[in-house]
């Protein structure tokens, strides 16, 4: 029901910024929660922020805040990811994620994911 494409991945130096992505598609967008994971090699896939159905609320794990910013569009069905001042261990497979289930901060599952886009911070 629905998709999600990432774009806007690369490399960067530390200290730079990028600016991620998330094309959704389908009628239910709107009211779901939409989030950014990301899988580290040879590490689990871990949360790093997300954002309510409406854009109102946000939450962001320590190690991101400050740095990046998540938003939505809802008239363009997109979720962006600004990272400003990234480092080296931000590194990683960065995946756009939807839920119907949790709030912002603490979500029960994830409905759908996107194939991902790689997320390269040189040192």
């Known amino acids: 029901q629905v998709q999600l494409v990432e774009s806007g991945g690369g490399l960067v130096q530390a200290g730079g910024s990028l600016r991620l992505s998330c094309a959704a598609s389908?009628?239910?967008?709107?009211?779901?929660?939409m989030g950014w994971f990301r899988q580290a090699p040879g590490k689990e896939r871990e949360f790093v922020t997300a954002?309510?159905?409406?854009?109102?609320?946000?939450y962001s794990v320590d190690s991101v805040k400050g740095r990046f910013t998540i938003s939505r569009d809802n008239a363009k069905n997109t979720v962006y990811l600004q990272m400003n001042r990234l480092k080296p261990e931000d590194t990683a497979i960065y995946y756009c994620a939807a839920t119907s289930r949790g709030r912002v901060y603490n979500w029960d599952g994830v409905d759908y994911w996107g194939q991902g886009t790689q997320v390269t911070v040189s040192s």
């Open positions: 954002i309510s159905w409406s854009g109102g609320s946000t």
């Open positions: 389908g009628s239910t967008f709107i009211r779901y929660n």
